[in-house]
Antibody
Framework: QVQLQESGPGLVKPSETLSLTCTVS??????????WSWIRQSPGKGLEWIGY???????NYNPSLKSRVTISADTSKNQFSLKLSSVTAADTAVYYC????????????WGQGTLVTVSS | EIVLTQSPGTLSLSPGERATLSCRAS???????LAWYQQKPGLAPRLLIY???SRATGIPDRFSGSGSGTDFTLTISRLEPEDFAVYYC??????????FGGGTKVEIK
């Protein structure tokens, strides 16, 4: 059974960098066939795709966030991470990591989500 | 950007009734790339349907998806108590790659 678990600070100050890690079990981030993705959900903007990393290190980001987003992977720990720089209150959301099919682009497995609040 | 509009915003029904949820796209979407999710309070979305009409693993057959082009439908044939939740459609394509609808809440009447 594939499981994903987000971890990281729940409170980030404005203008700082949000950093989250997703730990994967039951699958490997270094095997092909799936994108390892980040999605966020806020009351104002609903569900928003942030980006993904593929097993070969290729990344793809939402154009609206691209200038501030970096997704990376640590295959030795079977984890992938999200960094979002220069955050504002608009980045307050529940952040999810998920596994996405490369064939049909659906999100089959999700982490439980972690709330990140941007506030001083 | 492909915008998905879900209707109605809220559906008030009783257990045992049929629920019909709509997802309309601003541009044509490949049926292969349309999915539906269920979300309950405090939980992550759960994949129900992919490829517009294929049920995900473990999803009961009272859930069905249909549609093509710009109009897609999720049908719950007979509502069970655990089906009262928010439902989202999601598509792949366009400038933002993956986008989601705003959701339909199915509430107990």
């Amino acid at each position: 059974q594939v499981q994903l678990q987000e971890s990281g600070p729940g409170l980030v100050k404005p203008s700082e960098t949000l950093s989250l890690t997703c730990t994967v079990s039951g699958d490997s981030v270094s095997s092909g066939g799936y994108y390892w993705s980040w999605i966020r959900q806020s009351p104002g903007k609903g569900l928003e795709w942030i980006g993904y990393i593929y097993y070969n290190g290729a990344t793809n980001y939402n154009p609206s966030l691209k200038s501030r987003v970096t997704i990376s992977a640590d295959t030795s720990k079977n984890q992938f991470s999200l960094k979002l720089s220069s955050v504002t209150a608009a980045d307050t959301a529940v952040y999810y990591c998920a596994r996405e099919s490369v064939w049909n682009f659906y999100l089959e497995y999700w982490g439980q989500g972690t709330l990140v609040t941007v506030s001083s | 950007e492909i915008v998905l509009t879900q209707s109605p915003g809220t559906l008030s029904l009783s257990p045992g009734e049929r629920a019909t949820l709509s997802c309309r796209a601003s541009q044509s979407v490949s049926s292969s790339y349309l999915a539906w999710y269920q979300q309950k309070p405090g939980l992550a979305p759960r994949l129900l349907i992919y490829g517009a009409s294929s049920r995900a693993t473990g999803i009961p057959d009272r859930f069905s998806g249909s549609g093509s082009g710009t109009d897609f439908t999720l049908t719950i044939s007979r509502l069970e108590p655990e089906d009262f939740a928010v439902y989202y459609c999601q598509q792949y394509g366009g400038s933002l790659r993956l986008t989601f609808g705003g959701g339909t809440k199915v509430e107990i009447k």
